[in-house]
């Protein structure tokens, strides 16, 4: 039994626009999900997420599990009810920051221990016990525990690595959880088309609520990102949902959906923010330059943020090269805008038959 | 010709509800003006501020003269436009920071030249000057340059401060400034209540739009402070505003109120916040405390802000503890919320003539 249905409203190729419907609700897709990492995306109060019409927000498995804990969070009404945040969640495994946060990383068969960052303390995750921490952080999708490679890898760590993440998925099927939360299994194999073919067959035989693309983005070329993705999304069913994980920038965004993604997540527009680069429909700048010192316009007059209606590049400027902590959180809320604004503006091309030209347009800025 | 009135709606004893009307419009005291810096109130932006029921904002001329200038903002429509701040905005005259944050600070009887923080160039200011910044600024309500000193002081440098403070208000008075722009003048003087009576004549003799009511706060004891203000405004004519510099304890605000103050500002409420520390109507204590690791409640359950409506004690602690930054801010909002509701509170109990028995109760747990 799945817990999600997919209703496909429109196609343009392989780009598709649906709308997703969980025990929580529905949304449509593409969708971009902002990261909240440690319970907030990164400035931002559930407020301002709601403000900004986000439909679905990833936790950290791996930072809540160490902080607060997980049951600390399940006492506390769960994801949603600790948060504030009425869309919906999504919860990684942990498996990502495990293997990339790594020090003392031992994986075996049966799974992985490593040292908490925050306190260097020993902790383990299985499927079954990945699964058990979802459970308690309530999240409305879950994800199977997998194994993350950084690119490029040894064929045989490749290799091992989408056997155990498949092994893994299938215990991960297997355990108990929550009627109300779906689980998503993972495809990897790095570059290998092969590889990608097989990872995606062996999790789609064992029937996910939806399927995430994992190990991409991860220091491969455009053009061996799409190949990998094209090769795994020909096998995944087309009434589950399917995840990019770690996409979301522009081209990046453009290229998904082109190929047939429905969900994506990315820290980059939050943390381009912090750092002073904004997104704009021009391309992207640093809100540091100089010419933007006495510059009055908004940072994209094309954006329909709040940021760009109250407030000019010159202001937001000064605030940023004075440290103002505003600065961080106003320029967070004007990038998600655009992003979501763009994959909107996808999901509207697919709608029109016009996705080939506006992924055109994407590309001649970002690609 | 004055550009304030002031509408006395009740009294009850000292202790006054007014309507305060400039050029841009009227609001009710007593009213607390949070500190806005450097064109922000630290982790806030303009919208937060007109959620919250600002009613007056102060700007810091000295930091806003140095970054990004008085001519950036001029260029950008003053302060209001800059910043996008709908409601009233105060100017400090730069004196209170070029005196506490100063190296290399020398005074003369012209005006005061010192070194930036920013950069450490060499800058000067004159009462005129400070009138013709503050007038590039663009604020609602200027404050004319005085002497601060740290209390305790020596009588002869008082006296000297006093002097200079009244010979400067009279250059400030001269000076032209824009139709639109009230003026006030600061009343000096340390916990000398004679020299506070001198002070206050000698400023109200050169009628400005209201009164400032400086060097308080600064080290000396709560009596102190209530005899060296209630000496002040027993000189201060009652059709214009009086402003108790740099007061925004809820104690102080209490007596203050009591003794007639309209206009209070201060850094406190915002500052703890930052650090963790919440006032409430049961007394003030810190987010991070282990108690509240697991306490599901609001931060206060008789507080109306948006963040006691939507966030727990716990998940506040969360962010504080994990250092996201969003916990500032949904603390800052809350303490201002907390402070504004407590002089509304006064306010109210004015217009029923309850005030003693309210001061009362402040003063139980804040006293």
Redesign the interface.
């Known amino acids: 039994m799945t817990t999600i249905a997919v209703g496909v409203e429109a196609m343009d190729g392989p780009a598709r626009a649906t709308t997703v419907t969980t025990a929580r609700g529905s949304f449509p897709t593409p969708c971009f999900m902002p990261v909240g990492t440690?319970?907030?995306v990164?400035?931002?109060?559930?407020?301002d997420l709601e403000d900004l019409g986000a439909r679905v927000v990833l936790a950290n498995t791996y930072?809540l599990m160490l902080?607060?804990g997980a049951g600390?969070v399940a006492?506390?009404?769960g994801l949603h009810?600790?948060?504030?945040f009425g869309g919906h969640l999504l919860t990684d495994s942990g498996g990502f920051q495990v293997f990339s946060l790594g020090d003392g990383v031992a994986v075996d068969d049966d799974g992985v221990t490593f040292r908490s960052t925050y306190d260097g303390s020993t902790h383990r995750l299985t499927p079954e016990l990945a699964v058990g921490v979802q459970a308690q952080l309530g999240s409305d999708i879950q994800m199977a525990l997998d194994v993350c490679l950084a690119l490029p890898a040894e064929p045989a760590a490749l290799r091992l690595a989408v056997d155990r993440t498949a092994r893994w998925a299938a215990r991960a099927r297997a355990a108990e959880r929550p009627v109300d939360q779906a689980l998503f299994g993972i495809v990897q194999g790095g570059t290998d088309t092969g590889l990608r073919v097989e990872s995606a067959r062996r999790t789609v035989e064992l029937d996910f609520d939806g399927y995430g693309i994992g190990g991409l983005s991860v220091g491969e070329s455009r053009a061996e990102m799409v190949d990998a993705l094209g090769a795994t999304i020909a096998e995944l069913p087309a009434d589950r949902p399917r995840y990019l994980m770690g996409v979301g920038d522009p081209a990046g965004l453009a290229e998904g959906v082109g190929l047939g993604v429905d969900l994506f997540d990315c820290v980059l527009p939050t943390r381009l923010a912090r750092h002073g680069t904004v997104l704009t429909s021009e391309g992207r700048w640093q809100v540091r330059n100089a010419s933007k010192?006495?510059d009055?316009g908004p940072v994209d007059p094309n954006c329909r943020c709040?940021v760009c209606a109250?407030?000019?590049r010159?202001?937001l400027r000064?605030?940023h090269?004075?440290g103002?902590?505003?600065a961080?959180?106003?320029l967070t809320i004007h990038n998600l805008a655009f992003t979501f604004d763009l994959v909107d503006s996808l999901r509207a091309a697919v709608v029109a038959g016009t996705f080939a030209a506006r992924r055109a347009e994407v590309l001649a800025i970002w690609g």
């Open positions: 440690r319970g907030a990164r400035t931002l109060a559930a407020a930072h902080r607060p600390v006492s506390l009404g009810g600790w948060t504030g010192a006495e009055g709040p109250r407030h000019s010159a202001y000064h605030l090269m004075v103002e902590p505003v961080a959180r106003l």
